[in-house]
């Protein structure tokens, strides 16, 4: 294999062709739609592209399960297959739109994905987009799926942007102003991790800032995060991106200069390098305020084109120019959508009833405003799926002949009325109670889409800018379920949600015979979930985030102090704790010990004791005394193994000895301690994972 070109190479030629350039020409490859250069014979350039499930907005492509779902797998191989094929389609994209003259936004090679903040608090209206709550999840998948986006050869496939930079999940609606407090301790403990890994790791070639402040300074101004942290202290050699018009918000919003010649001189000098926004133009006054010098400028340009030359822009051997149309939107692109979808889902609650039987089935009434919904199934940033599956069609095409299957859309999503406003209000109600009446089992599709959990600005939900208010099913999904209940048929929940869903305690009624939670399942979800439910796969997958009980005991949304938030720091009792999920066989570990070398390995006997062929994940949690460590053990190590009924397996999981290092108040890593506790299993050694999944973690003792 060819070996890939070094930073220094690239950095190399891009200094030999920005040195051709004039002051003027300099400052406009500045922006995220850089202009051609003709007498250069460099062609325009537009760097805003999207792939966090998949190429999004540049029409058709493969769309897999939302980032939050593809989370849920906990398997970065697979994850790392799934980039490479986004890579592939964005690719094949690139080579006939630039064939075509077509260089505009969601064209390119320079993708702003994947988003590796932390899913701090369910009610982020934005957290759907990142893999969950835990920065050792988090920090795995990213270097995961950026090593599949920018993959191995001498020259990038694309450019994977991490995002956004730092310390930023919500509340959507003052994210333009908002100024994010954080301690040292909780900065390089929670929010910091996965973006040093993203570099050291991965190798990511774009980080882009965000548009809070943080401890007072702006993102995309912050020299402590871009100069001193991540350029100083992590070696970063690619380049940095603002977030769309986050340059304008330090002077408009954040009010933290004076306009925008400062923030632009402020900028630069901290280590951006790309607008996205509107105000490169003010480096000609910044410059002549003496507030940055043309060489400042000339650095951000060769970063920039530094990528471009790592991305093959220039050369003339760059085996990914020859990808065809073809290779997007393949079927077995589409099959491995579906894969994912399949090991995405997350079984909650299974009373014995799942999974359904065919054979003896007559009729099975699909109800609520997610069964048939498009949206639900594609989550934000997405592409345009060619084919997709509803979990309705999904369930229609799976029954057997002969097999009545009874729709109604029951209620609206979060609007009082279902379809016709001409009506009186619940106007669905009615047929969905009526449906379930004449059937032997009810599957209720409900939950939420991205009009209602998204970006401020591109969710629907404009009172809440994005972010939920409550953890309760919104509009009239509550009361449609209790009507459903109350007709005495078996009834499961399917949720479509991107973050935690309460059923204020109706997960608990009699007649509530399961509880799945699909996430936003992608293009095939509809397959995937048939799939489950029928038994021809078993449900696998482990939650990224933990479900609360309602949002009573949790900090404030605007407090960024970790005390009491996520699974590490939580002293209550959750609806269902991160790294839960039940199969429909028993998979435990029955044995386990650690040998310490240069690495603690953890060899565990894994054995599946049910009936049914599954896979399951071993997690290995650590537990610290010592002064700085987490109040509740840590994930440190996982992996997702495949068993037969009654099949015994050894696997062995690797812990780098850095993970017993702790977090003081200064920021700094230390092994504060040489005796720890790991629990190794198949979901946390909690009491509520125990008394939910009636499987208890063997404890194994490590002295480092």
């Given at each position: 294999?060819?070996?890939?070109?070094?930073?220094?190479?690239?950095?190399?030629?891009?200094a030999?062709?920005?040195?051709?350039?004039?002051?003027?020409?300099?400052?406009?490859?500045?922006?995220?739609?850089?202009?051609?250069?003709?007498?250069?014979?460099?062609?325009?350039?537009?760097?805003?592209?999207?792939?966090l499930?998949?190429?999004?907005?540049?029409?058709?492509?493969?769309?897999?399960?939302?980032?939050?779902?593809?989370?849920?797998?906990?398997?970065?191989?697979?994850l790392?297959?799934?980039?490479?094929?986004?890579?592939?389609?964005?690719?094949?994209?690139?080579?006939?739109?630039?064939?075509?003259?077509?260089?505009?936004?969601?064209?390119?090679?320079?993708?702003?994905?994947?988003?590796?903040?932390?899913?701090?608090?369910?009610?982020?209206?934005?957290?759907h987009?990142?893999?969950?709550?835990?920065?050792?999840?988090?920090?795995?998948?990213?270097?995961?799926?950026?090593?599949?986006?920018?993959?191995?050869?001498?020259y990038?496939?694309?450019?994977?942007?991490?995002?956004?930079?730092a310390?930023?999940?919500?509340?959507?609606?003052?994210?333009h102003?908002?100024?994010?407090?954080?301690?040292?301790?909780?900065?390089?403990?929670?929010?910091?991790?996965?973006?040093?890994?993203?570099?050291?790791?991965?190798?990511?070639?774009?980080?882009?800032?965000?548009?809070?402040?943080?401890?007072?300074?702006?993102?995309?101004?912050?020299?402590?995060?871009?100069?001193?942290?991540?350029?100083?202290e992590?070696?970063?050699?690619?380049?940095?991106?603002?977030?769309?018009?986050?340059?304008e918000?330090?002077?408009?919003?954040?009010?933290?200069?004076?306009?925008?010649a400062e923030?632009?001189?402020?900028?630069?000098?901290?280590?951006?390098?790309?607008?996205?926004?509107?105000?490169?133009?003010?480096?000609?006054?910044?410059?002549?305020?003496?507030?940055?010098?043309?060489?400042?400028?000339?650095?951000?340009?060769?970063?920039?084109?530094?990528?471009?030359?790592?991305?093959?822009?220039?050369?003339?051997?760059?085996?990914?120019?020859?990808?065809?149309?073809?290779?997007?939107?393949?079927e077995?692109?589409?099959?491995?959508?579906?894969?994912a979808?399949?090991?995405?889902?997350?079984?909650?609650?299974?009373?014995?009833?799942l999974?359904?039987?065919?054979?003896?089935?007559?009729?099975?009434?699909?109800?609520?405003?997610?069964?048939?919904?498009?949206?639900?199934?594609?989550?934000?940033?997405?592409?345009?799926?060619?084919?997709?599956?509803?979990?309705?069609?999904?369930?229609?095409?799976?029954?057997?002949?002969?097999?009545?299957?009874?729709?109604?859309?029951?209620?609206?999503?979060?609007?009082?009325?279902?379809?016709?406003?001409?009506?009186?209000?619940?106007?669905?109600?009615?047929?969905?109670?009526?449906?379930a009446?004449?059937?032997?089992?009810?599957?209720?599709?409900?939950g939420l889409?991205?009009?209602?959990?998204?970006?401020?600005?591109?969710a629907?939900?404009?009172?809440?800018?994005?972010?939920?208010?409550?953890?309760?099913?919104?509009?009239?999904?509550?009361?449609?379920?209790?009507?459903?209940?109350?007709?005495?048929?078996?009834?499961?929940?399917?949720?479509?949600?991107?973050?935690?869903?309460?059923?204020?305690?109706?997960?608990?009624?009699?007649?509530?015979?399961?509880?799945?939670?699909?996430?936003?399942?992608?293009?095939?979800?509809?397959?995937?979930?048939?799939?489950?439910?029928?038994?021809?796969?078993?449900?696998?997958?482990?939650?990224?985030?933990?479900?609360y009980?309602?949002?009573?005991?949790l900090?404030?949304?605007?407090?960024?102090?970790?005390?009491n938030?996520?699974?590490?720091?939580?002293?209550?009792?959750?609806?269902?704790?991160?790294?839960?999920?039940?199969?429909?066989?028993?998979?435990?570990?029955?044995?386990?010990?650690?040998?310490?070398?240069?690495?603690?390995?953890?060899?565990?006997?894994?054995?599946?004791?049910?009936?049914?062929?599954?896979?399951?994940?071993?997690?290995?949690?650590?537990?610290?005394?010592?002064?700085?460590?987490?109040?509740?053990?840590?994930?440190?190590?996982?992996?997702?193994?495949?068993?037969?009924?009654?099949?015994?397996?050894?696997?062995?999981?690797?812990?780098?000895?850095?993970v017993?290092?702790?977090?003081d108040?200064?920021?700094?890593?230390?092994?504060?301690?040489?005796?720890?506790m790991?629990?190794?299993?198949v979901?946390?050694?909690?009491?509520?994972?125990?008394?939910?999944?009636?499987?208890?973690?063997?404890?194994?003792?490590?002295?480092?």
């Open positions: 294999m060819t070996e890939m070109m070094t930073h220094e190479e690239a950095r190399n030629q891009a030999e062709i920005v040195a051709k350039m004039t002051l003027d020409e300099k400052i406009d490859q500045i922006s995220w739609k850089a202009p051609a250069i003709e007498r250069l014979d460099i062609p325009e350039y537009n760097y805003w592209n999207e792939a499930h998949g190429v999004a907005r540049a029409g058709v492509a493969t769309v897999f399960p939302q980032a939050i779902g593809l989370a849920a797998m906990f398997d970065p191989e697979l790392t297959e799934i980039a490479d094929v986004i890579a592939t389609e964005g690719r094949a994209k690139n080579n006939a739109f630039t064939a075509y003259g077509d260089r505009d936004i969601y064209k390119g090679l320079t993708f702003w994905s994947p988003n590796v903040n932390i899913f701090r608090d369910p009610r982020w209206g934005r957290g987009e990142t893999y969950g709550e835990d920065p050792f999840l988090t920090s795995t998948l990213g270097v995961a799926f950026i090593k599949g986006l920018q993959g191995q050869a001498k990038l496939k694309l450019a994977a942007t991490a995002k956004h930079f310390v930023h999940s919500g509340p959507e609606g003052l994210r102003e908002f100024d994010a407090q954080v301690s040292d301790k909780d900065l390089f403990e929670t929010y910091l991790p996965a973006f040093e890994a993203a570099v050291k790791e991965a190798d990511v070639e774009g980080i882009m800032t965000a548009y809070n402040a943080i401890n007072g300074v702006p993102a995309s101004v912050n020299t402590r995060l871009l100069q001193d942290i991540l350029h100083k992590w070696a970063f050699e690619g380049h940095v991106v603002s977030d769309y018009a986050a340059p918000d330090v002077h408009e919003n954040h009010h933290y200069t004076a306009d925008a923030t632009m001189g402020q900028a630069i000098k901290a280590g951006l390098d790309l607008v996205a926004g509107g105000i490169e133009q003010s480096l000609h006054e910044a410059l002549d305020r003496d507030l940055l010098t043309e060489a400042d400028i000339t650095q951000a340009v060769v970063s920039l084109y530094a990528t471009r030359v790592r991305l093959g822009m220039f050369a003339d051997d760059c085996e990914y120019q020859n990808i065809p149309f073809e290779a997007n939107d393949t077995a692109h589409a099959n491995l959508s579906q894969k979808a399949e090991k995405s889902i997350v079984m909650l609650k299974n009373n014995g009833l999974p359904l039987n065919k054979e003896s089935l007559k009729s099975i009434s699909v109800v609520g405003p997610n069964a048939d919904s498009v949206r639900a199934l594609i989550g934000n940033y997405f592409g345009t799926p060619s084919k997709k599956t509803t979990i309705l069609e999904g369930i229609q095409k799976a029954v057997t002949p002969g097999t009545r299957v009874y729709y109604s859309i029951g209620c609206g999503l979060f609007q009082p009325h279902a379809e016709s406003w001409l009506a009186k209000e619940d106007e669905r109600e009615s047929e969905a109670v009526i449906s009446q004449h059937s032997d089992v009810v599957v209720a599709v409900m889409d991205s009009t209602i959990e998204g970006e401020q600005g591109d629907g939900n404009s009172q809440g800018a994005g972010d939920k208010e409550s953890l309760s099913l919104p509009g009239r999904q509550m009361q449609l379920l209790e009507r459903l209940l109350e007709t005495g048929k078996p009834v499961i929940v399917l949720l479509t949600a991107g973050s935690a869903v309460s059923l204020n305690g109706l997960q608990d009624h009699p007649n509530m015979a399961a509880v799945i939670n699909a996430w936003y399942p992608g293009a095939r979800g509809g397959d995937a979930v048939a799939r489950i439910l029928f038994g021809e796969v078993s449900p696998s997958g482990k939650l990224p985030v933990t479900f009980k309602d949002l009573s005991d900090p404030a949304f605007t407090d960024y102090a970790m005390t938030r996520t699974y590490r720091y939580y002293t209550g009792t959750p609806l269902y704790p991160f790294g839960y999920g039940l199969t429909y066989s028993k998979v435990e570990v029955t044995e386990a010990r650690a040998t310490v070398a240069d690495e603690v390995l953890i060899n565990a006997t894994v054995k599946n004791a049910g009936t049914y062929e599954t896979e399951d994940v071993v997690q290995v949690y650590v537990k610290d005394d010592s002064e700085f460590a987490t109040p509740n053990a840590a994930l440190k190590g996982f992996q997702r193994v495949h068993l037969q009924p009654g099949e015994t397996q050894e696997i062995v999981i690797a812990l780098p000895k850095t017993f290092e702790t977090v108040d200064h920021g700094k890593r230390v092994i504060n301690n040489t005796t720890f790991a629990s190794v299993g979901n946390q050694p909690d009491e509520r994972s125990v008394e939910l999944s009636d499987n208890k973690p063997i404890n194994v003792i490590i002295n480092l």
